[in-house]
């Protein structure tokens, strides 16, 4: 599958979970149940040379992670709709104005009407050595991997995690979540939200992406839609 094109635009680096699992990972660290700032790069990113890395119930209460999120309201409320890929295996709730449109390298893709692809929901689905995300490290060192690689691009020009939380998914499968805005010469200004979980020897990488320039701020309205759709990447029965 042509996962470059893909990954380019969506922020999504397939390649972080290709790579050997570190034979002593970072221990896992406790959740803070708030919004914090970037961490300084941790000595341990220095020995990974020019590698290219990045990325790719508990739910409820992980979600005060992220405290704008009112849960009293319905996926009705907020416009969204069930979306369930039976094939790949996999489920999230979508905005329900969203088109579905076709591009190399993704399992699903969403963009809003109008927006171009500056605002879009994907996922992509990939086998994987890997049976658990828990096998390559915690939640905090695959993010520093993604803002590493992040940096790392001639177009950014600034990357910062804004949290990062993990949850229990169907059958007891870790789901990681991050959250972070990256400022490119790209697109300007933008936040992203991301999920990870590993099923069936299959990756599953879902990136929400949406304009956040200072002139035009994210509002409270869409940052819930947004968070509602990255609480509800879950795994689901194949046929």
């Known amino acids: 599958m042509g996962v470059k094109a893909w990954t380019c635009a969506s922020s999504i680096n397939y ?80 905005p329900s104005s969203w088109i579905k449109v076709e591009k190399a390298g993704a399992t699903i893709l969403f963009e809003e009407a109008d927006k171009g692809s500056t605002n879009n929901v994907g996922v992509l689905v990939n086998p994987i050595r890997l049976n658990a995300l828990t096998e390559f490290g915690s939640p905090e060192f695959v993010v520093d991997k993604l803002i590493h690689a992040e940096r790392r691009k001639e177009s950014t020009k600034e990357a910062e995690v804004i949290a990062v939380a993990q949850r229990l998914g169907q059958g007891g499968s870790q789901v990681y979540e991050f959250e972070y805005k990256v400022d490119s010469t ?47 990447f879950d795994s689901a029965p194949l046929v």
């Open 15 to 94: 390649n972080i979970f290709l790579l050997p699992a570190f034979p002593n990972p970072v221990p896992r660290a406790s959740l803070n149940p708030r919004r914090h700032e970037a961490q300084r790069e941790p000595p341990l990113l220095s020995c990974l040379g020019k590698r290219k890395l990045g990325l790719s119930s508990l739910s409820l209460i992980l979600s005060g992670f992220f405290p704008n999120l009112p849960m009293a309201m319905s996926a009705q409320e907020l416009e969204l709709e069930r979306y369930i890929d039976s094939k790949e295996g996999f489920t999230l709730l979508r």
């Open 186 to 232: 790209r697109g300007g200004m933008k936040r992203v939200f991301s999920a990870a979980f590993v099923a069936s020897k299959k990756l599953y990488l879902l990136n929400i992406s949406h304009s956040d320039k200072p002139e035009n701020p994210l509002d409270t309205h869409t940052r819930t839609v947004l968070e509602q759709v990255l609480h509800s």
